[in-house]
């Protein structure tokens, strides 16, 4: 696959993850599709049980809002902004295809926090969530 070809691919998974279309998230995973969450120590085997997790949510799945998204060939790495019912947190997920489909991810998440007021002179503040 080419890298427009993978990065369109991951656009459109994140896309339909994003809106919570897992069937169509589905489309662009591997059968064998393994997603690590490495804070939380869990590891998903399978697109099937990863789907299973996304739709089996407590409440409502979180909504996305995709920062960007750099790499090339296979591998990828997408930012993200999480919103899990009003307590944001963010997202950094590392994407690596196979044979045209998303064969691992690799999601690490963290919450915001208040800037020290020590290094206020050295640095420029962006807008956070």
């Known amino acids: 696959m080419s890298h427009h070809e993978n990065r369109a691919k991951l656009e ?10 897992f069937d169509e998230m589905a489309a662009h995973m591997a059968e064998d599709a393994v997603e690590e969450w490495p804070q939380s ?18 409440g409502a799945s979180p909504t996305y809002k995709l920062r960007r998204i750099t790499g090339e060939g296979d ?3 997408a930012e993200a902004v999480a919103d ?20 691992r991810e690799t999601a690490y998440w963290s919450t915001p926090f208040e800037a020290p007021a020590w290094r206020a ?9």
């Open 84 to 103: 899990y019912g009003g307590e944001k947190t963010f997202a950094t997920i590392i994407v690596e295809f196979r044979d045209g489909k998303v064969a």
């Open 121 to 129: 002179q050295w640095v420029e503040r962006m807008e956070s969530v």
């Open 41 to 58: 120590g869990e590891r998903i085997v399978g697109r099937d049980a990863c789907l299973t997790v996304y739709r089996n949510y407590p």
């Open 75 to 77: 591998h990828y790495v």
């Open 12 to 21: 459109r998974m994140l896309n339909a993850m994003m809106s919570g279309d």
